[in-house]
DNA sequence: AATTTTTAGTGTATTTTTTACACTAATTAA
DNA sequence: TTAATTAGTGTAAAAAATACACTAAAAATT
């Protein structure tokens, strides 16, 4: 271990950075959660983070961590909130700079390290316990993620790349907590001219196939620039 | 000087506390600016701002620094968003958990500490130069504000309690850097039965004399329970 | 004292947006 | 062959947003 050791005139508190990864099926919207093997609340679920290094910014630790600790790589994150609170951890004083992200396919491949034994993708709605004031981060993460959906498209980061206008009414309904009419949802939809229809069909299970989609983010960052406002 | 130190194993970033006050007058919308005595950008307008102190939450710190630096006790303050880059100060790594808060009146008695010269109420259209990043936290500030003046009912926070509809309309103008009219204003606004009538009118030099309003927040705070959603 | 200027205050008709709603189409499963 | 399942489509009614011009009450000017 590093016997280096760093003195500075004031205490100064550590800082984390941790991530509410979602990912969604058709099951619901999942968030990934990792168990400590250590303490405090060695046992428990918690969101993926670390701390802060030095010279780094909060969105170069976000990259890192979630790449040591889930191997993601390309992800959709944004800045959440900065939680403060100095008995958010029992040790001492961390202030975590908490981010939300969103993944296209849960495949992760979780990395078990040192502080973690296991890493699962659990259902939100199943309002698992978290060690720490993960569960309150992660509540924000949700609010915020709904306020979000309704207001930008962030939905398709949920999605691959090639999506059913079924699929993603779905994910409005499972995120937004409550039922569309199928018409106007997709009425609305294709009237933004933000999807393109591909030229290939997709049947899952029994039913009529589906057409497929794609999201184009070209367009929406065109049509952004001359003062176009998303909103589902 | 305390010549206390502290040692920690990891170097650790120090954890600076930015507000972006703004206060709002006819002339325009204002932010309360610092002019700093000592370097780095001795001589520059920065914002109010501090360290955190050890066993201090972010809203305990940004409350001391408000009354410390410019004497404002009672205010509307809301974290804004954590700025990380480790470039943002020279001297070394410093993290800003910046917030945004609103004034009623620009009274502000402000406090000349060790490193401030002056503190004046500037105008933000005059875009003046600021040092550090502090105008990448200013317009992010701005654009939260306006988009939060949309939303929710956080105009009022920047009027004394008792206002004309003239003088809210004229704020939401100037935020939203757009004219509205003025019947469409008005009805909307009182339809959502916010806004309390005082049996008091004013004069303000010419013309005729207008009705007083008072923000409810109680009865708002009511119909946000049951599901009510504050636009304009 | 009369007139002008200034700001406050009001209603309606038109357009746009949102909502509610039911059947046909294409496939798999039985 | 039939039933079950999911995809896909249009219209009419209601609600919300918009455009628009005059009267009312005071101060300022003549």
Redesign the interface.
Known sequence: M?A????????????AVDCVVFGYSPEGLHVLLLKRGVEPFAGKWVLPGG?????????EALKRLLLEKAGIQKIWAE?L??F???ARDPRE?I?S?AYFALVKSMDIEPVAGRDTVEAQWKLVQSRIALGFDHAEILQTALDRLAAKLRWQPVGFELLPPKFTLSELQHLYETILRKSIDKRNFRKKILAMNLLDACDEQVTAGSGRPAQLYRFNAKKYKELSRQGFHFEL
Chains 1, 2 share one sequence.
């Not at 701390?51 to 909060?58: I, N, V």
């Open positions: 590093c280096a050791s760093h003195t500075y005139q004031f205490p100064r508190p550590a800082i701390f802060l290094h030095q010279g780094e910014s909060g969105d800045q909130y900065t403060t609170n100095p004083q202030i700079i």
